[in-house]
C-alpha cells in the first residue's frame, strides 16, 4: 500500500508540473504582441493540458500549481522577455521532470515486473 501511495504520489507531482507550465504559457502570452507568438504559447498550454488530463487519468484528482511560481515566471517574462524565461522554465522543469520520470519507472518496475 505505502509504494502504491508513493507512485501516486510522484505522478501527482508531473500532474501539478504540466499545469504549472500551462498557467505560466496562458498569463505569457497575454502580455506578447506578436500574434504568431501568441499562438504557438496557446497551443503549448494546450499541449499542457492534454498532458496533465493523461496524469489525471491515473491520479483521478485535479492538482493545482504552485501559483508563486506561476506569477515568478510571468514577472521574468516581463523582465527579461518572454523567450528567455521559458528557456529557463523549460531547463528547470526538463531537470526535475528527468529526476521523476526516472523514479515513477523504478516505482513502476517495481509494481509491474514485466514493464
Do not use: C
Amino acid at each position: 500500500m505505502e509504494k502504491n501511495r508513493s507512485l501516486l504520489t510522484l505522478v501527482m507531482k508531473l500532474q501539478a508540473g504540466e499545469m504549472l507550465e500551462r498557467m505560466i504559457y496562458l498569463k505569457l502570452q497575454g502580455s506578447i504582441k506578436n500574434g504568431q507568438d501568441r499562438k504557438v504559447l496557446l497551443e503549448i498550454a494546450d499541449s499542457e493540458l492534454k498532458h496533465y488530463e493523461i496524469w489525471k487519468n491515473y491520479t483521478k484528482v485535479d492538482v493545482k500549481p504552485n501559483m508563486f511560481l506561476v506569477y515568478w515566471y510571468v514577472f521574468l517574462g516581463k523582465l527579461l522577455g518572454y523567450t528567455f524565461t521559458i528557456k529557463i522554465m523549460e531547463k528547470k522543469q526538463s531537470a526535475f521532470n528527468h529526476v521523476m520520470v526516472k523514479d515513477l519507472a523504478l516505482e513502476l518496475a517495481e509494481e509491474i515486473p514485466d514493464l
